[in-house]
């Protein structure tokens, strides 16, 4: 009975959220995003599902709903918006080459009303949140509840839903078939660390950094320049920081002011979930991105299984930092198949 269900990808990058809903048994038709260079990891990953290249704003629903041959009120069909999410980042970045995004839930918008789905799903980072009136989300919900959608949203912290990461984000599971609003129970035992699905044990091989792996296993690594090398010759095992060469005159930083920057340079550790894993997961100064034993930053490999992307999963693009950022914009496909199985159990059956 779950494959009458279809859903409708937007801004899918290399299709985390498709593989998790496919695992759960919900068709997904279509994936639509405006990065060509996500397109092969897409395709080649998710033969089922149509890539259609496209810019939101400039997409028309009257165009989307005849190439999909779509209709209107389906109960079947599930719309998901899980839009690139930097300029609600909590992070302080520079906002002005994200400015555009912050008007995508707004975009994806048109397309719910239009459509009226019988399913809604967003995911973000939690500070669409905090600033709901300016990121539209409020009365995004607000629209969604009139319409008598029946809404549940939060921050969930991945972790407690399967993936070994600590992964903050804004879930938002959106119905119109129910009089109460449905979503994924969080897990009640332990919760996965980076042991028990990293190191030898788990089919990843010592490597150096700077390896290239031609294979479909992508455990491919990012060069370090030899001061970064040295730092990290000088960092403790599973879960060193920066503190540990500090005082050493020819490798310590010029600034350690801003609590953003407190893990840069550390090695992430064996019996804690990994922090989240961000577009720039490859380069040990963006983040506690070092292996907790080797000399080097995390594989594309490693940083996908963080991100619970099958083994199988391989990614295209060209370069190691494409490719990590398609697996850093990724849904964990681990908790994109919880709110799949929670629409498909709740769905009501013909």
């Given at each position: 009975?779950?494959?009458?269900?279809?859903?409708?990808?937007?801004?899918?990058?290399?299709?985390?959220?498709?593989?998790?809903?496919?695992?759960?048994?919900?068709?997904?038709?279509?994936?639509?995003?405006?990065?060509?260079?996500?397109?092969?990891?897409?395709?080649?990953?998710?033969?089922?599902?149509?890539?259609?290249?496209?810019?939101?704003?400039?997409?028309?629903?009257?165009?989307?709903?005849?190439?999909?041959?779509?209709?209107?009120?389906?109960?079947?069909?599930?719309?998901?918006?899980?839009?690139?999410?930097?300029?609600?980042?909590?992070?302080?970045?520079?906002?002005?080459?994200?400015?555009?995004?912050?008007?995508?839930?707004?975009?994806?918008?048109?397309?719910?009303?239009?459509?009226?789905?019988?399913?809604?799903?967003?995911?973000?980072?939690?500070?669409?949140?905090?600033?709901?009136?300016?990121?539209?989300?409020?009365?995004?919900?607000?629209?969604?509840?009139?319409?008598?959608?029946?809404?549940?949203?939060?921050?969930?912290?991945?972790?407690?839903?399967?993936?070994?990461?600590?992964?903050?984000?804004?879930?938002?599971?959106?119905?119109?078939?129910?009089?109460?609003?449905?979503?994924?129970?969080?897990?009640?035992?332990?919760?996965?660390?980076?042991?028990?699905?990293?190191?030898?044990?788990?089919?990843?091989?010592?490597?150096?950094?700077?390896?290239?792996?031609?294979?479909?296993?992508?455990?491919?690594?990012?060069?370090?320049?030899?001061?970064?090398?040295?730092?990290?010759?000088?960092?403790?095992?599973?879960?060193?920081?920066?503190?540990?060469?500090?005082?050493?005159?020819?490798?310590?930083?010029?600034?350690?002011?801003?609590?953003?920057?407190?893990?840069?340079?550390?090695?992430?550790?064996?019996?804690?979930?990994?922090?989240?894993?961000?577009?720039?997961?490859?380069?040990?100064?963006?983040?506690?991105?070092?292996?907790?034993?080797?000399?080097?930053?995390?594989?594309?490999?490693?940083?996908?299984?963080?991100?619970?992307?099958?083994?199988?999963?391989?990614?295209?693009?060209?370069?190691?930092?494409?490719?990590?950022?398609?697996?850093?914009?990724a849904v964990p496909p681990?908790?994109?198949?919880?709110?799949?199985?929670?629409?498909v159990e709740a769905h009501?059956?013909?």
């Open positions: 009975m779950s494959n009458k269900i279809k859903a409708i990808d937007f801004f899918c990058s290399g299709g985390g959220m498709t593989c998790g809903l496919t695992q759960a048994g919900i068709n997904v038709i279509a994936g639509i995003d405006n990065d060509a260079s996500c397109r092969e990891t897409y395709v080649k990953n998710n033969p089922n599902s149509k890539f259609i290249l496209a810019d939101v704003f400039d997409l028309k629903e009257e165009d989307l709903e005849k190439q999909l041959s779509l209709r209107k009120n389906d109960d079947d069909l599930v719309l998901i918006g899980c839009s690139p999410c930097q300029y609600w980042s909590i992070i302080r970045t520079d906002k002005t080459r994200s400015e555009k995004s912050k008007n995508l839930l707004a975009e994806f918008k048109r397309f719910v009303d239009y459509f009226q789905p019988g399913y809604v799903l967003v995911e973000n980072v939690p500070g669409i949140l905090n600033k709901k009136d300016k990121s539209g989300l409020d009365m995004f919900i607000r629209d969604l509840e009139n319409k008598e959608y029946q809404v549940h949203f939060d921050i969930v912290n991945m972790n407690d839903y399967g993936v070994p990461q600590a992964r903050r984000r804004f879930s938002l599971l959106a119905t119109r078939l129910h009089n109460v609003p449905i979503y994924p129970i969080p897990d009640s035992g332990r919760r996965l660390t980076l042991r028990d699905v990293l190191g030898e044990q788990n089919g990843f091989q010592k490597i150096k950094a700077g390896t290239i792996d031609t294979s479909s296993f992508n455990h491919s690594t990012a060069r370090l320049i030899e001061k970064n090398y040295l730092r990290l010759k000088k960092t403790k095992k599973n879960g060193g920081s920066w503190f540990d060469w500090s005082d050493d005159k020819n490798l310590k930083r010029f600034s350690y002011a801003g609590r953003g920057f407190r893990d840069n340079y550390g090695r992430m550790k064996w019996e804690k979930p990994a922090p989240t894993i961000t577009t720039k997961f490859i380069s040990i100064s963006n983040g506690r991105f070092a292996h907790p034993e080797e000399n080097r930053g995390i594989s594309i490999r490693e940083g996908a299984t963080l991100q619970t992307f099958p083994k199988k999963y391989r990614f295209y693009g060209g370069t190691l930092a494409i490719c990590a950022r398609i697996i850093g914009n681990a908790f994109a198949k919880r709110l799949g199985k929670t629409i009501p059956k013909s």
